[in-house]
């Protein structure tokens, strides 16, 4: 089994938010694989399916995004899972708008969700940067990633999601790679 988590803040009010990039991915992949209902469990949303031959466990915490580890972690002892079978799914700064990479531990770049995943179940496990571009100065990063998507972005931002959504099977097969040149290819990007 593996854990996929998407990473943003509850409520309506954030549900259009950069940071809730996370939380839109998973109701994407669950869309499209046919997942079950959603159930309250580990402090959070979960939801279960299967991607190929793989039984993943859908989860976005209900805690706000600083705290999102606490339910990472539940889940993850709860399954008996180590951290090489988590998947986090996050907005980054980083990277161009609407593009994906995908990498096993590393920093935390600031990202406050990462940080407390990282404390609560330790760094070894694999992150979806899902781009959402810099707005250009430190003082504007709040603003912005706390920020709707505007309308021009919405075409993108659904065809990001789908893109990441139809190659799933890579990631839960394991090929990070493929997966990656796969979404590239669906969005017309020849980086």
Do not use: C
Not at 20 to 36: E, K, P, Q, R, S
Not at 109 to 124: K, Q, W
Not at 130 to 145: A, E, F, N, Q, T
Not at 155 to 175: P, Q, R, T, Y
């Amino acid at each position: 089994m593996q854990i996929w988590v998407g990473l943003g803040n509850p409520g309506a009010q954030y549900a259009l938010n950069r940071h809730n990039v996370g939380f839109m991915v998973l109701d994407t992949i669950a869309d499209l694989h046919g997942f079950g209902a959603v159930k309250k469990a580990f402090q959070g949303w979960t939801q279960e399916g299967r991607i190929g031959a793989q039984k993943i466990l859908l989860l976005k915490p209900a805690t706000f995004i600083n705290e999102s580890g606490r339910s990472v972690g539940e889940a993850m002892r709860f399954y008996k899972l180590s951290e090489g079978d988590v998947t986090v799914f996050h907005d980054e700064l980083d990277l161009d708008p609407f593009r994906v990479k995908v990498k096993t531990g590393g920093g935390t770049a600031g990202h406050n969700g990462l940080r407390s995943t990282e404390a609560h179940i330790g760094n070894a496990f694999r992150r979806v940067r899902l781009g959402i571009g810099h707005p250009g100065h430190k003082d504007k990063v709040s603003p912005y990633v706390l920020g709707n998507y505007a309308k021009a972005e919405m075409d993108s931002l659904a065809d990001m999601l789908g893109a990441v959504a139809a190659e799933s099977s890579w990631l839960a097969s394991g090929d990070d790679g493929r997966f990656m040149s796969d979404v590239a290819l669906r969005l017309g990007d020849k980086k």
